[in-house]
């Protein structure tokens, strides 16, 4: 009998820069469920990559004096390391610069294009570099971008648009024929109240002002935006081609899971099945939005310095041990938290003292009383039939929780196992038991019944934690199961330890230590001011400081730090500034500004560019800031 297919994706990484831990939850999530699904029986296709185009990722490239192909390989390569560090089982890793999805994506564009989906107009609005986004004045929040929090920047530019419009209708009616498409549930009405029903504007599927992406066939000016691009991968990665499509495609779309970060919700239930629609493909059976990971009660990001890295976790307290804390901290439809004092107490309680413990204990007892094996003897106690209707009733909670995502709930249902196998040791108490060879018959079924829950607990366990659940494997010398009366009869290994308690106190220290130094290398080398030696009033008059605005600025190319400004400074002639604030601005932060120039610095060249002055900044910790002077004409003195 043909297996059933079971076709899972991740949203694919942006390849600005390495992912760190919060990221890094979408596709050990998604790891979980295609795990699981193999130990049900299905065919599990699972693909996951990198989206490695775009406005940033080229500014990136310049910044560091490398090609964006360079700048990708580099990134994505960083990326791939870390889902195999955290064993992700997927079958493809696509990356948008592949040959194949790259040619299919022309494909798509151009035939959206000839059938009227795609027409050519002008876009003019607010943009965000960073989400790559375009918004109305409306859609912002304070001003700034809605998904992130940063400033936007006014844009114009001839693009593509594809006609969302048009399907909006139809939309509707596939999200009221299949309730089951949105996992929360509470998605869906986000969706409706706040972008459909006010009445859905064409999308921008095309970009002028850049060039790092895949080029429009029949209009080189124009690369496809992230958009058609990104979102093609699902199909792309399995053979889909307007030329013709694969067999692997026939057979596995459509997906049966898209699994994707709540932030992203929009793109994957709104433009991704309109562009399904006007392909004629059917549309994805599930998309599961899940929360967020914070730090505490804050987004991660660099600028706050509470990153945490998953492959750094990982190696320090194992590869397990952070896909355990992630699937099992991170609840259905409310954000969850890391902190490294809740992932240390995580760790000791849950998997060092109460499932390494239990199996520890358990194999040991079994070699120390029996050499090794036991097998069970028939007999009627309560105790161990309260046992195995609490593993009955686990497996049972396990199995619902577990296809219906509700990862953590699944989790919760292991440790309840674990910890009334713990409790039962308690209550028969082997040690004692093993003084009397009277209860030589008892203690053999006692062992004989942990042995037998601990392969029920490491069956579950397999898809969250697969390293440790080889070693319970070995260490009982059996293959795992749901069952736990399937196997009756034992000859066990060594007993080994599973997860080795951390010392808190001490491992915190080191961390913080670590922190501190990072932060502390990252700081910018300012000189005391206390230091600096005295000028004159005469000494200061020599510097001539004047107000200009910019009317154009571009990176200098193999310089990281470097923008080239072109200067009005009131002087009816343009003034070139080269200024190693790249880092910090993008030149569309910066034109139309008005900054101050100190006039009369002897010119220099940097780079290949004649510098005539400097504009005036300050270190803000790690940030450079520009001082701006927007509103005054330029050429005004300043004093």
Known sequence: MEKQKFYITTAIAYSSRKPHIGNTYDVVLADAIARYKRTKGYDVYFLTGSDEHGQKIE????????????????????????WDCLNVTYDRFI???????????????????????????????????????????????????????????????????????????????????????????SRRAEMVNNFIKPGLADLCVSRSSFKWGIPVEFDDKHVIYVW??????????????????????????PADLHVIGKDIVRFHTIYWPIILMALGEPLPKQVLGHPWLLFGEDKMSKSKGNIIYADDLAKRFGADAVRYYLLSEMPFAQDGTITYENFIARFNTDLANTIGNLVNRTVAMTNKYFDGKVAYVSEENELDDDLFETAGTCVEKYFK?????????????????????????????????????????????????????????????????????ESIAGQINATLDFDAKAVREFSVGQAQVLFARID???????????????????????????????IAIDDFAKVNLITAK????????????????????????????????????????????????????????????????MILAADDGEKVKVIFADGITPGSNVR
């Open 59 to 82: 500014q990136e490239a310049l910044n560091k004096g490398v090609t964006p192909k360079e700048y990708v390989d580099e990134v994505s390569g960083e990326i791939k390391r870390v």
């Open 95 to 185: 990356r948008t610069t592949d040959a194949d999805h790259e040619d299919a994506v022309k494909k798509i564009f151009k035939k959206l294009y000839e059938q009227g989906d795609i027409y050519k107009s002008e876009y003019s609005g607010k943009y965000c570099v960073p989400c790559e986004s375009f918004f109305t004045e409306s859609q912002l929040v304070d001003g700034k971008c809605p998904d992130c929090g940063r400033e936007v920047t006014d844009a114009k530019e001839e693009a593509y648009f594809l006609r969302l419009s048009k399907y909006q209708d139809k939309l509707l009616e596939y999200y009221e024929s299949n309730p089951d498409f949105f996992k929360p549930d």
């Open 228 to 253: 058609i691009d990104a979102l093609s991968n699902y199909i792309t990665g399995i053979g889909y081609n307007p030329d013709g499509s694969s067999e692997q495609y026939k057979r596995l779309w």
């Open 401 to 469: 929780y577990m296809d219906t995502y509700k990862n953590a709930d699944a989790v919760e249902s292991i440790m309840t196992l674990a910890r009334r196998c713990n409790k039962y040791i308690d209550e028969t108490t082997p040690w004692v038991l093993a003084k009397s060879e009277e209860n030589k018959t008892r203690l053999n079924n006692v062992l004989c019944n942990l042995l037998s829950c601990i392969r029920v607990i490491g069956a579950m366990l397999t898809p969250i934690t697969p390293e440790c659940c």
């Open 504 to 534: 808190a106190e001490k491992v915190l220290k080191e961390l913080n230590e670590e922190i501190e130094k990072a932060k502390q290398a990252a700081k910018p080398k300012a000189e005391n001011v206390a230091t600096i030696s005295e």
């Open 550 to 613: 910019v009317i154009a600025c571009e990176p200098i190319p193999k310089a990281k730090k470097l923008l080239k400004l072109t200067l009005d400074d009131g002087s009816g002639k343009n003034r070139t500034v080269a200024s190693g604030i790249a880092l910090h601005y993008t030149p569309d932060e910066l034109i139309g500004k008005t900054v101050i120039v100190v006039a009369n610095l002897k010119p220099a060249t940097l780079c290949g560019v004649e510098s005539c002055g």
